[in-house]
């Protein structure tokens, strides 16, 4: 795949989950590898929805920031570094403002599809776990 093609395949994928649109396995390969922090490794198209169903009743919003993505290609991957905003259990965060927000996507292909996404950020994404922080409050985030 061209570079380009991937971002695009990369674009839409952020684009679906920020709606929250089913069409987003499309995306995806049918053995497709997920990993997300807390959630772990999971398999195939259903192990994603599993991984979204960990997110209902509390996941009001989720905005990520399309025009700030910085994409890094390499042969079959593609490394995506960002921040995102949005509201979990009535309270708000925004990558680059707060703790939670930014994160980091590994993505592999294979016939045009996501064969692999790894995703790395900090799973608190409004901070609820401020007593461990090691570092207090005062930070730029």
């Not at 839409?12 to 920020?18: E, H, I, V």
């Not at 890094?72 to 707060?98: A, N, Q, R, Y």
Request: proline share 4%.
């Amino acid at each position: 795949m061209k570079d380009q093609e991937k971002i695009a395949i990369a674009n839409q994928y952020f684009k679906l989950a920020d709606q929250g649109s089913p069409e987003i396995l499309d995306l995806f390969h049918q053995d497709v590898e997920l990993y997300f922090p807390k959630f772990g490794f999971g398999f195939g198209k259903d192990a994603f929805l599993e991984m979204v169903k960990g997110f209902e009743g509390s996941l009001e919003s989720i905005l990520h920031d399309y025009d700030h993505l910085n994409f890094m290609p390499s042969g079959d991957f593609l490394i995506v570094e960002g921040t995102s905003k949005g509201k979990l259990d009535g309270k708000t965060w925004e990558g680059g403002k707060t703790p939670g927000g930014r994160f980091c996507n590994v993505f592999k292909f294979r016939d045009n599809l996501i064969i692999s996404v790894h995703v790395y950020l900090d799973p608190d994404y409004t901070g609820e776990d401020e007593d461990r922080f090691r570092w207090g409050k005062s930070r730029n985030w």
